[in-house]
């Protein structure tokens, strides 16, 4: 019974003690964002270890997709619930701000969902590196078309989001961000775990492994593809979306070539096709980041250098290929994870 | 040449028309015939090279046939991918094993059963009633075929791990979870020592008598065929050059010189 639950009860406990220290305003801003980084984080390293890790193809744009869903969602909310420069008055009552923000950032993951079959389809034909120049290329497409696109700043940025966010805690007074940003991570874990654990979601392994043998014992592998680019990017396109309200600001220079590689590490430094391991990783890298924050650029030739010798000395990342059960199985005792 | 064989049902389960393969300016198999009915156990023979395994993955649905006609149970499988026409109930395995070696033995039959899964991302997601009752269906079948091919003690294992004669019989095993028509084996007793392949010859006899398949083997040990087959069809350079029974083909003299030089024969 306490096995059943044990995990529902730590996540619990963790999320209630942040929302209420962020409520009472025990816990500094600064912190509050690290914290909220961690779960947006949590959330692109993950997605991505489907792709790169549970399906073996090396995808190096997963901030593209990011990129689409932090623009839908910034540009959505702010049309919807907040008084802007470009699109004047709120179009509905910033009162239901609170209840439509979960749509809106899964608008923002559904049209991050959709522009993943600009991958996906090339994907049917194409694989590896040659995928992999595709998936830098649509990271290109996407952020040069909303470079283009002045109407939402084009690439001076949009904002406003803080707008919808006041307009939240107007409604009801809570550390509104930290909560969708703490569901949504939870969330896009639980899907995944739960996608790749069965019969269903065991194909992109399968393909992983052997993709001729998968295609002839019945898996239908473009299905497969397209569902895992889909999700993969429709979850980042969620991350995005949180980015950009945490950030109350977006440019399109954010989610470069640069940003995608920053994800790629995570996964990597966590091990690959280990969800646990993108999880750890994950947390680890943003509090390294913040450490590091001090070098302002000198960062980028620590971290380079943190992957450099992580390939030399362990290149199958942290977790290796397995999960944190599998790891230490007497922890199984005490948790089970569905 | 008469077709000597026992036909239990009139229906062919496998009927090829003038089959045709070309790469680039290569004839891999050419005009290539066969009828496959009831429950027989037909061969496929032939020096290297000769297109036997292009035959198989023609079938399969891996290439499409630059001319003639393919019929699984009397369904055309021109533009099928091979997913659909594993579906249309044919199974097989490979020259070189591929098995998913990176997922355990039990998870290897499991993903095998996506042809009539039913259920997708949705179910998967929200564990319905309908994922739940179907993974059980598939996880209580898969043990139930590992158990009669004994190999529910590896069920954990990883295939890379386990012997290369098991290896084979996992890959036989994977290709019959499918409930397969027909069974094309890809020469099974490749890389097996003169014990193992004595467990083959049973193990496909035994396959033969139990489940209600058509088999079409392709085997270089000659020994293997003759001892199984009832029918034999001989290629070389694409070509039909012999078919009949085992003794027909021993003696036959195109195949004697077409093997001229073989020492497999
Ligand atoms: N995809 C392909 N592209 C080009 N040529 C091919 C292709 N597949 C097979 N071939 C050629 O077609 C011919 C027949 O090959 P196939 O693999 O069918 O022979 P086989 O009878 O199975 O031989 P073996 O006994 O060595 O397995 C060979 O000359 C081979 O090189
Ligand atoms: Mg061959």
């Not at chain 1, 079959?117 to 649509?138: C, E, H, N, Q, W």
């Not at chain 1, 290929?321 to 005792?333: A, C, D, S, V």
């Not at chain 2, 158990?147 to 294992?157: N, R, S």
């Amino acid at each position: 019974m306490l096995r059943r639950y044990s995990v529902h009860l730590i996540l619990a406990t963790l999320g209630g003690l942040v929302v209420y220290l962020a409520y009472n305003e025990y816990l500094g801003l600064y912190y509050l964002s690290v914290l909220m980084f961690m779960g947006v984080n949590i959330i692109l390293s993950s997605s991505l270890n489907l792709v790169n890790g549970y399906m073996g193809e090396f995808s190096c744009g997963h901030a593209g997709f990011m990129c689409v869903g932090a623009y839908v969602a910034s540009v959505l909310g702010v049309w919807l619930f907040a008084r802007d420069r470009v699109f004047g008055a709120p179009v509905l009552d910033p009162e239901y701000a609170l209840y439509a923000f979960p749509v809106i950032i899964l608008a923002g993951g559904i049209a991050a969902a959709l522009a993943g079959l600009l991958v996906a389809f090339p994907s049917y034909k194409t694989r590896g590196d040659y995928l992999a120049i595709i998936t830098i290329a649509a990271n290109y497409i996407i952020i040069s078309a909303i470079e283009n696109m002045s109407a939402i700043g084009g690439s001076r940025g949009f904002m406003g989001m803080k707008g919808v966010i006041n307009a939240m805690e107007d409604t009801i007074y809570l550390p509104w961000m930290p909560i969708w940003v703490f569901i949504f991570t939870i969330f896009s874990v639980w899907v995944i775990r739960r996608y790749v654990s069965s019969t269903f979601g065991k194909g992109v392994n399968a393909i992983s492994q052997d993709e001729v043998a998968a295609e002839i014992m019945s898996v239908n592998t473009n299905k497969i593809k397209t569902i895992t680019f889909m999700l993969s990017s429709g979850l980042a396109g969620i991350g995005g979306g949180l980015f950009a309200y945490i950030l109350g600001y977006v440019n399109p220079g954010s989610f470069n070539i640069l940003k995608s590689t920053e994800i790629m590490v995570m996964v990597y430094l966590g091990g690959m096709g280990s969800l646990s391991g993108s999880i750890l990783a994950a947390i680890l890298f943003t509090i390294l980041l913040e450490l590091l924050r001090p070098l302002q650029i000198i960062k980028w030739i620590v971290i380079p250098l943190v992957l450099i010798i992580l390939m030399q000395f362990r290149p199958e990342g942290i977790m290796g290929n397995r999960e944190l059960g599998q790891t230490f199985p007497r922890l199984k005792k005490f948790y089970r994870f569905k | 040449m008469q077709q000597v064989q026992q036909q239990t049902t009139s229906d062919p389960i496998l009927e090829i028309r003038g089959l045709t393969q070309n790469f680039g300016g290569l004839r891999a198999v050419s005009d290539f015939n066969v009828t496959l009915a009831g429950k027989q156990l037909t061969g496929l023979i032939g020096p290297n090279g000769a297109g036997k395994t292009t035959v198989f993955n023609l079938v399969s649905g891996f290439y499409q046939p630059s001319e003639g006609q393919i019929l699984v149970d009397g369904v055309p499988t021109a533009g099928l991918k091979p997913h659909k026409v594993t579906a249309l109930g044919v199974a097989r395995t490979f020259q070189n094993i591929r098995l998913w070696n990176d997922m355990s033995v039990m998870d290897n039959i499991r993903v095998a059963q996506h042809y009539r899964l039913g259920y997708g991302f949705f179910h998967s997601a929200v564990r319905s009633k309908r994922y739940r009752q179907r993974e059980e269906e598939i996880a209580r079948e898969a043990t139930e075929l590992l158990e009669i091919f004994e190999l529910k003690k590896y069920a954990d294992e990883y295939p890379r791990n386990l012997p290369y004669g098991t290896q084979r019989k996992l890959e036989i095993a994977r290709a019959l979870s499918i409930h397969p028509k027909l069974l094309l084996l890809d020469e099974p007793a490749a890389g097996l020592n003169s014990s193992d392949i004595h467990e083959l010859i049973r193990l496909i006899r035994w396959i033969h008598d139990r489940f209600d398949v058509t088999i079409w083997m392709i085997e270089h040990h000659m020994d293997v065929m003759m001892e199984l087959c009832t029918h034999i069809k001989v290629i070389d350079f694409g070509q039909t050059i012999a078919e009949g029974t085992p003794d027909d083909i021993r003696n036959h003299p195109a195949v004697v010189t077409a093997y001229l030089g073989d020492d497999k024969i």
